[in-house]
């Protein structure tokens, strides 16, 4: 366990929490594909007196004094952002990715334009223009899909509506798509339409710095991200464009939606960009797609219904209906057989979103502690044994699986841990 001798003697309720999620971090598999776990330097990096600095406004352009040293570390991020992902601009101070998404909004739109991207059912994100989101009331939201049959998008589909619509702004990517963007294909469509083509790559910015997914870099005009999930840095969002948008963007960002930075969170990002510039994050990146595609096809072999039929990236969904139980039990069951994962809808799903048909897993942070194929093939037989045993209700069974889990993470030590 970590060491923190000021936070026992301060608040040791808080103190043993933490010592508790570490521990849970430390034993269980976790499967959430937008979870990882961050090097000991991020964690450091994050956890700073960098705390204590407040930096409104841009590098050489700040509104308060003493930023010597934050100048620099924001430049640092930028510069390391800029040339990892090849881009012209990058902004690194938005919160979250949520709040980068919506400086694009505000960047090229007005409450009542039309945009279009795609429906959070069938794997978009909620700030695409879904119903609940602000984005989906303060504009005129038109949603793409996949095919019943294929899981997949149809571009000549989304062309069709993108045509007929005329969206301002076009998105492409989501929080639950386990196949490759067609980047191109879809920034044809844009042109055609006359949109600015927004790729959000959350979900996959860790396997295009690792060349493990194309690019969207010279076919999207503005690309979002957050910085954890597969990229393996601390919590935070960054947004990255063309220099014709490169003011907007900011502006955007501050003073649209933000006041100062977390300084400490831009030493994060900078050194996870810094580390996803080594090869040895490029063969975690293929890795993270191997065992991916190796847990794919052990659940496959055990009779799950994967959507689209399996996978090209870090991450798997699972149509539980033909297995007769709800994705949230399964989730639930699995949990306390000691592997995390979550709930999800799957397309055309016949549940309510709060107890859909499926659940949601993938591979960047079992990859991060060094499992391989061995290693997907054991996770898909707890798994299936896991949702056996939920079906059976059969909660010993559920122990004694997490007790066979923790005797394999014990072999695979978690970074920052």
């Not at 709040?99 to 334009?113: M, R, S, V």
């Not at 984005?135 to 997949?152: H, I, L, N, Q, W």
């Not at 949230?328 to 057989?337: I, P, T, V």
Request: aromatic share 6%; with cysteine; proline share 5%.
């Amino acid at each position: 366990m970590q060491n923190y001798p000021a936070l026992h003697s301060v608040d040791p309720e808080i103190a043993e929490l933490v010592a508790k999620e570490e521990q849970r971090q430390r034993e269980k598999i976790r499967l959430i594909p937008s979870e990882n776990y961050v090097s000991k330097a991020v964690l450091e990096a994050s956890g700073t007196v960098l705390q204590n600095k407040y930096s409104e406004g841009y590098a050489q352009k700040r509104y308060y004094e003493g930023q010597q040293f934050i100048d620099r570390i924001e430049e640092l991020a930028v510069a390391r952002c800029k040339s990892l992902f090849g881009i012209a601009h990058a902004n690194v101070q938005p919160y979250s990715g949520s709040p980068a998404n919506l400086a694009i909004y505000l960047a090229f739109c007005k409450p009542g334009d039309t945009i279009m991207g795609m429906a959070l059912p069938a794997g978009g994100h909620l700030t695409h223009g879904w119903s609940v989101s602000i984005t989906g009331k303060f504009f005129r939201s038109v949603a793409y899909g996949v095919g019943k049959k294929t899981g997949r998008v149809d571009l000549d589909e989304v062309r069709e509506l993108a045509k007929r619509e005329r969206p301002k702004l076009l998105w492409c990517g989501g929080t639950a798509i386990p196949r490759t963007i067609d980047f191109s294909g879809f920034a044809s469509i844009a042109k055609e339409v006359g949109a600015i083509l927004v790729a959000d790559i959350a979900h996959i910015a860790g396997l295009i710095a690792g060349g493990a997914h194309p690019s969207p870099v010279g076919h999207a005009e503005v690309i979002s991200t957050t910085t954890h999930k597969t990229l393996r840095g601390p919590r935070g969002g960054m947004l990255m464009c063309n220099q014709e948008h490169a003011s907007l963007i900011d502006k955007a960002v501050f003073p649209g939606l933000q006041g100062g930075p977390h300084n400490q969170t831009t030493a994060g990002i900078a050194v996870a960009l810094k580390e996803a510039e080594a090869p040895e994050f490029k063969k975690y990146a293929h890795a993270i797609v191997e065992n991916a595609r190796a847990l794919a096809a052990e659940l496959q072999s055990r009779g799950y219904d994967l959507v689209s039929g399996g996978t090209d990236n870090h991450l798997i969904l699972v149509d539980l209906t033909n297995k007769n139980i709800p994705g949230k039990k399964a989730a639930r069951a699995l949990d306390r057989a000691g592997m995390e994962l979550n709930y999800n809808t799957v397309p055309f799903d016949p549940r309510k979103p709060f107890d859909p048909s499926g659940i949601r897993l993938g591979t960047p942070a079992v990859t991060s502690r060094g499992m391989g194929v061995a290693e997907m093939k054991k996770i898909g037989e707890f798994v299936d044994r896991g949702i056996q045993a939920a079906i059976k209700e059969d909660e010993a069974a559920l122990d004694h699986i997490f007790a066979e889990v923790k005797q394999l993470t014990q072999h695979f030590s978690a970074p920052g841990l």
